[in-house]
Structure formats: structure tokens, C-alpha cells
């Protein structure tokens, strides 16, 4: 079946601007995470949802970050105002259960590379 | 910050050696798991491992995790040059719902 696919693959944006990126998680995977990556460096936690609810936002760096799952499938990680230092790869993941189930495999898209000029 | 430390950074090795890679961590975990990327596949999940497991194996990868060292290694054997990445760790904690993932060892097999 379909794995997650992120759009779009690649975002260019220019200080200050609004920006939104797509996730389309696997069908039927009822968690959803974004994380972001800086070059050599691990997946930075962001968010994490169990359905439609925001179950864990903690990781947000500052209030100009939202994300959204309106319906419990896709989801929009939403940056308004950007900045320069937000500049990374935004990772979406999704798992059939997530915290339901203690924790389960978590399948990655493969990523919407964001710079910021 | 983050809360899985793998060691060593980087790992060079010929074909056919094995390879171990250790993870630390801070906190009391549910689980731990591990992830592959590389250029051509992204993020891969590997191996989960509970935190009532010792020790869990699937194919050529061998993970064992000590929660009282709150440690975890991950151990390729036979290696290939396919198996030329970066491996994460990454522990789900009890207290929350957060993923944490460590800044990965990266690992090249010279064929």
C-alpha cells in the first residue's frame, strides 16, 4: 500500500512569509507526528496527534508554529512569519496506534526540505 | 534537548565485520526503538524493543537494552556496504507522548 507522502518535496520562502506543508499519512494510522531535522542532527519532536486532537504540542519552538488534522487523516503543520533559523526537513510519521498501543512503529515520509532566504 | 545519545558519532568498517552502535538515554522509556536513514530510503524503523525486553533480534540486527544503565545497543553483524547510513535511536517515555530521537551514529561499510 501507500507509504506517507509529504508535499511539497521541496519549499523555498523568503523571511516573513506564511508557509504550510502537507502530510497524507498511511490509511487507517490513527497517530500522526511531525518532527523536523537539521543536518546532522536526529529528528527534533514537534507534535503529535491521536486522531484529530493535538495529544502533545510540547514540542513547538514558538507560537508561530500550528499544526492541524482536522479529520483524523491529513494533516498541515502551518509557519507563519518564518525565519531563516527555520530552515530544515519537515518529517511527518504516522503509527496504526500510537500511544494506544504503547508505542509503535512509526512509518516516515520522506520530507518537505524547507529554506528560508 | 534530546534524549538518546548514540557512540560512537561515526563508525567506518569493512564488509563483512560487525558494527555496535550504543544508545543512552535519561529518562524511564516505554520502549526504545531504532531507525535507519540514508539518502535513498529516508527514515526507516528497524527493531522495537520494550522496556520489560532484554534483548530482541530480527535478521542481522541484534538490540539489547539495559534500563538500570538506561543504555541500548544495536549490533549489525555480517555488514554490507547497503548497510552504509545513519542509525537513531529513539525512546517513547513514560511521562508523555513525545518520540525523542539522538543525533545518530553514522556508519559506512567499505565494500
Known amino acids: 500500500g501507500a507509504g506517507v507522502s509529504q508535499t511539497p518535496s521541496n519549499k523555498v520562502t523568503e523571511k516573513g512569509k506564511y508557509v504550510e506543508l502537507r502530510c497524507d499519512p498511511i490509511?487507517?494510522?490513527?497517530?500522526l507526528y511531525w518532527y523536523r531535522q537539521s543536518l546532522g542532527q536526529g529528528p527534533e519532536f514537534l507534535i503529535y496527534f491521536q486522531g484529530t486532537g493535538a495529544a502533545d504540542d510540547s514540542g513547538l519552538p514558538n507560537d508561530r508554529f500550528f499544526a492541524v488534522r482536522p479529520e483524523g487523516s491529513v494533516s498541515t503543520l502551518k509557519i507563519q512569519r518564518t525565519e531563516r533559523g527555520d530552515s530544515a526537513v519537515y518529517l511527518c510519521?504516522?503509527?496504526?496506534?500510537?500511544?494506544?498501543?504503547?508505542?509503535?512503529?512509526?512509518?516516515f515520509g520522506p520530507g518537505t526540505r524547507l529554506t528560508v532566504l | 534537548s534530546q534524549q538518546g545519545e548514540e557512540d560512537p558519532q561515526a563508525l567506518s568498517i569493512q564488509e563483512g565485520e560487525n558494527a555496535t552502535m550504543n544508545c543512552s538515554y535519561k529518562t524511564s522509556i516505554n520502549n526504545l526503538q531504532w531507525y535507519r536513514q540514508n539518502s535513498g530510503r529516508g527514515l526507516v524503523h528497524l527493531i522495537l524493543i520494550r522496556s520489560n525486553e532484554r534483548e530482541k533480534h530480527s535478521g542481522r540486527l541484534r538490540v539489547t537494552l539495559d534500563t538500570s544503565k538506561k543504555s541500548s545497543s544495536l549490533l549489525i553483524t555480517a555488514s554490507r556496504a547497503a548497510d552504509t547510513a545513519s542509525y537513531f535511536c529513539a525512546t517513547a517515555g513514560t511521562g508523555g507522548f513525545k518520540t525523542i530521537f539522538g543525533a545518530g551514529t553514522r556508519l559506512f561499510v567499505k565494500a
Open positions: 510519521a504516522s503509527s496504526l496506534r500510537g500511544g494506544l498501543a504503547g508505542w509503535d512503529e512509526q512509518f
Open positions: 490509511s487507517g494510522h490513527t497517530a
